[in-house]
Nanobody, 124 residues
């Protein structure tokens, strides 16, 4: 069975940084697009960022553009989400997910494997 495991979450002060990791097992991350999603308490899950497989194209929602950077290390079979200038609105459980294909999609239904999530809390 395919697995995705997130790590790197934690408590950080406003303005701080965290780097989330999404490690894959039993499949090659570089064959598929990988997305990062988040869900805050009382809110719906939203897509935050995605990196495609074929060309490494990256996508971000407007609220994180210029602050978050998604990248992949094919040797380590891991995708990262570098998060800078964090603010309390970024507080959520963050999930990575494998897309069905090499391209990114805005629909949750196009992601067929999900990690268990990692908590990010931004608070002073």
């Amino acid at each position: 069975q395919l697995h995705l495991v997130e790590s790197g979450g934690g408590l950080v002060q406003p303005g701080g940084s965290l780097r989330l990791s999404c490690a894959a097992s039993r499949f090659n991350l570089d064959h598929y697009a990988i997305g990062w999603f988040r869900q805050a308490p009382g809110k719906e899950r939203e897509g935050v960022s995605c990196i495609s497989s074929r060309y490494g194209s990256t996508y971000y929602i407007d609220s994180v553009k210029g602050r978050f950077t998604i990248s992949r290390d094919n040797v380590k079979n891991t995708v990262y989400l570098q998060m800078n200038s964090l603010n309390p609105e970024d507080t959520a459980v963050y999930y990575c997910a494998k897309a069905r294909y090499y391209y990114c999609s805005g629909s949750d239904a196009e992601y067929n494997y999900w990690g268990q999530g990692t908590q990010v809390t931004v608070s002073s």
